[in-house]
């Protein structure tokens, strides 16, 4: 872990959240950009956000038992100038098969970020987790709260959104040369020789825990529908309501704003409430918002309030559901983060796509009934986690 102050840790943490949110929520308003450029379909350029994750997902399978045994830096390092220099090149190419090739490339370096950051606060306030959690994703959702803004101001300025990606990308380099800069303790290697065994058996068997996978799966829906909402809220708006896209972008920066919004009131609710309880809370409060999106269909008005009511309500999972995690398993951080994170990478590479193709192909309602449906799963998945740990403490 970085051999520093649990200030200065966060600071560089949410400096790192603060860019991922600002360029992924701006690649929603510039799909349209993305197809021209590649003289692609909309349905098409919408594998972008799937390499994306797919990258991010290569990347998490194997970073959690590196950072372990390792440090962060050189994930985190490694991640940050793959970001840098991928974000200005897949948006520059007139290649399809090779804006994917970039942008698979870029995703690598999200993921090793995603999981660098996450680490980086669970092993700086041990004791705070969940409040410090919330912390660090209020700044993706800051970010990602001005990204699609000012890519809506580029776009009426010039013609392009683009520059608020090549930005984002100055912004990585400049964290990766402060990374550079800050010392580092490098964790012995675990002698596995001189553990107990049932210490190593416990070690491989958190693999083998239902509640890790059950949180995981959660993780997986969470993440396909964040992203599913936020990358097709500029769309939804122009096929329902025939606002153009420079607006749309605002309308998803407010949805991107809200779940920022969320993630603080996460923060100050996990004082009083359990995480099972704040899960409990934001999942419903995401089912009434997408219900709402399902009756509201052609009005401006009430189809931005229900984004916003479900993009707060969203705000507070995924935090949330890590500091569960981590609690659960304080001694394989790395580990179980890093599954986590494997496991909303696969629910990116696929829900937000599918998402996108049952908006351009079937309809607006299809689309929202699917958020409806795993929201409604997310509930489900949390409730048998609750009879988990029910059955756990009366053991």
Known sequence: MLNTKPRLALIIACSMYLAFGMFYAAIGPVLGELAENTHSTLVMVGGVITFLFLGSLAIQLFAGPIIDKFSLRVVGLV???LVAFGLPA?????SYPLMLALVLLTGLGQGGMDLTANLLVADAYPNKSTPMLNLL??????????????????????GSGMIIHWTAAGM??????????????????PDTAKKP???????????????????????????????GLGSWSTRYMGLTTGMADQNGA???????????????????????LSNTRLLGV????????????ALSRGSVLSTVVFIVITGFSLGTVYPTSVAVTVEKFPKDQG????????????????LPWLAGFLLETTSALVFVLFLCATTVAMLLLLFVLGQYKKRTSNG
Request: proline fraction near 3%; hydrophobic fraction near 55%.
């Open 197 to 227: 065994a049932a210490e190593v058996k416990g070690e491989k068997s958190i693999y083998l825990s239902p509640f890790l996978w059950t949180i995981g799966v959660l993780i997986l829906i969470y993440v396909g529908t964040e992203y």
């Open 335 to 350: 580990k179980t983060v890093g599954l986590l994170a494997a496991m909303g990478s696969i629910g990116g590479l696929a």
């Open 137 to 158: 994703h209020f700044f993706f959702g800051l970010g990602a709260f001005f990204g699609p803004a000012l890519v809506g101001l580029a776009i009426a300025a010039t």
């Open 282 to 293: 934001s999942l419903i409060g995401s089912l009434l918002g997408t219900l709402g999106l």
């Open 79 to 81: 991640s940050l100038l």
């Open 250 to 272: 605002l309308v998803t920066s407010a949805y991107w704003g809200a779940l920022t919004l969320g993630r603080l009131a996460g923060a100050a609710a996990s004082r009083r």
């Open 172 to 189: 990585f380099l400049l964290l990766a040369l402060i990374l550079l800069r800050v010392p580092v303790g490098k964790a012995p290697a």
């Open 90 to 94: 897949f948006t520059n190419v007139h």
